[in-house]
């Protein structure tokens, strides 16, 4: 346990903000023992994603972290961005965002961003999302069996021509079935689990601004669970990629049959891929993300707070509502950008 204190440090005690802290009344309480692998029918908001989990993660090492329902004047406070507002009146706490998908929040201190293309010069870093919690992953003896395409998430996100009966009659010639594991409030369906998946699927058709805000999570869930990933073109899953070996990007239906009918053809090829995903999983272990959080929280946010802790309580107030008409105006921009613009798939402009 020594070892674990002085691998971990942060400079400050840093507070985990819940908005919605009647979603999780347990971590209020001293004997809180929750561990966020087990979570994986819970975790389902942004807050949950970012807040929750990370929370639990850091606190699992003994860290100076703290849930709270308040912002806490004068320290470090950790929200997600997008159920932050000014009606929070935050302007006297130092407050460090989780952007998510959304919108650049201006009223933040600091931002914490799940795509590299999100970074907006020394107010922000890059963390990637975290892993999907309690993945369970391909079965060994599957092989090198090619029969379930899957697509987890919600239907409508997966790329039209993709839905269609055409493209499943296809598949269904090639020995496949497409299988969409649609979320329910009930979490009635694992999207952890990965068992009986032989190819992840996940091709979407949004603007060349809102695809900027996507983080690669299902490149990465697919490497853990030991499945061959077939990609739309999404900077996220580039960002990434180091070797054809890393996934396989498409942007038709007809690219992803001839990328099927290459892999069945080819399972020495299917197996590399299996071999060469897991080992870039090593890269997203939950350790290695504690670490980058703690480095994070330790340098770019503890430097930037050491200079917000020297203005005074007006400054604060005062640089507050300088940011607010520009974290309006940031709102309405990405609520702009996510419907119009030119798609990066189709190529058509709205």
């Known amino acids: ?22 979603r999780w009344p347990e971590l209020f309480s001293k004997s809180s023992t929750l561990d966020p692998a087990s979570l994986h029918q819970r975790i389902k908001t942004n807050e949950d994603c970012w807040i929750v989990t990370t929370y639990l993660y850091l606190k699992s090492k003994k860290l100076n972290v703290l849930i709270s329902k308040k912002f806490k004047p004068g320290q470090i406070n950790v929200v997600s961005s997008l159920d932050y507002s000014a009606k929070d009146l935050a302007f006297d706490s130092f407050v460090v965002g989780t952007r998510s998908d959304g919108f650049n929040p201006v009223l933040c201190d600091f931002v914490i961003v799940q795509n590299r293309f999100q970074i907006d010069a020394a107010r922000s870093a890059f963390i990637p999302h975290w892993p999907q919690p309690g993945i369970v992953p391909r079965l060994q003896e599957r092989g090198n069996t090619i029969k379930n395409l899957t697509f987890k998430g919600n239907e409508k996100n997966l790329y039209e021509p993709f839905r269609s009966h055409e493209f499943q009659r296809e598949l269904e010639k090639l020995g496949l079935e497409l299988r969409v594991n649609t979320g329910s409030a009930e979490g009635t369906v694992l999207w952890n689990d990965y068992s009986t998946d032989d190819l992840v699927l996940a091709v979407r058709d949004l603007t060349e601004k809102d695809i900027l805000a996507k983080p690669a999570s299902k490149l990465v869930n697919a490497w853990i669970a030991g499945v061959p990933a077939l990609l739309g073109p ?106 119009n613009g030119k798609y990066i798939i189709s190529g058509r402009c709205v």
């Open 234 to 339: 999404e900077p996220a899953f580039q960002d990434l990629k180091k070797s054809a070996l890393d996934y396989i990007e498409i942007k038709s239906t007809q690219e992803a049959l001839e990328a099927i009918q290459k892999l069945k053809a080819n399972p020495e090829l299917y197996r590399r891929m299996i071999i060469n995903g897991l080992k870039r999983a090593e890269e997203f272990t939950v350790e290695n993300m504690i670490r980058r959080w703690v480095e994070v929280l330790s340098g770019p946010v503890a430097n930037r707070y050491g200079h917000w802790k020297k203005k005074t309580k007006l400054e604060r107030m005062a640089n507050f509502l300088l940011k607010f008409p520009h974290h309006k105006l940031s709102m309405k921009e990405a609520a702009y950008h996510r419907s």
């Open 1 to 22: 346990m020594e070892s674990t204190r002085a691998e971990y440090n942060l400079p400050y005690p840093v507070t985990f903000v819940l908005k919605y802290p009647e």
